[in-house]
């Protein structure tokens, strides 16, 4: 299925200069949203998930959605000061500023298999910052997938040696 027509570009957001690439028309048709699910979970295969870990705040729409396909459990990351437990965090810049991710200290069991999941890779903070935190707790990432990937930012060299998956890629 062509996914690119559900993705529609707005100018300057959140910032002057910045094409900003919303998905939400992807998700308002039940169809497309079902497909795009389905695609992501083909992209994994069979490498054996024990969690995927959703990325605050899009990455939290797929996220589950794979993780019960997989038998998986889900685990969201979020931004600094959004989770109740105690929690490890990292700090990374992105293409319009920094911020700072966080995950529960008991989300991921030593050996445990992540798949991590986001709408978008564009410089490759987010992911990388979530990597770190699933390494730290003891976790092998197998697999980082995103709905989109915008190739021209580079983002994947920050997130060289893993094994990256996007549906499209601008």
């Known amino acids: 299925m062509d996914f690119e027509p559900y993705i529609r570009d707005i100018e300057d957001f959140p910032k002057p200069g910045v094409v900003f690439k919303d998905i939400t028309p992807l998700l308002k ?14 992209m994994i295969g069979d490498k054996g998930i024990d969690k995927v870990v959703g990325v605050d705040s899009r990455g939290f729409i797929f996220a589950p959605l794979i993780a019960s396909k997989l038998n998986a459990g889900f685990v969201p990351v979020r931004k600094k000061g959004k989770l109740p437990y105690k929690t490890f965090s990292e700090s990374y810049e992105l293409e319009y ?30 992911a990388n910052a979530v990597c770190k935190l699933v390494e730290r707790l003891g976790g092998e990432v197998v697999q980082c997938n995103f709905l989109i990937h915008l190739t021209f930012l580079n983002g994947a060299d920050k997130l060289n040696g893993y094994d990256i998956r996007a549906l499209l890629e601008y």
Do not use: F, M, N, R
């Open 29 to 42: 048709d039940s169809k497309v949203l079902v497909q795009a699910c389905e695609t992501l979970c083909d």
């Open 97 to 126: 500023g920094s911020d700072t991710l966080e995950i529960h200290t008991d989300a991921i069991q030593k050996g445990e298999k992540v798949l991590v999941h986001d709408d978008v890779l564009a410089t490759g903070g987010t």
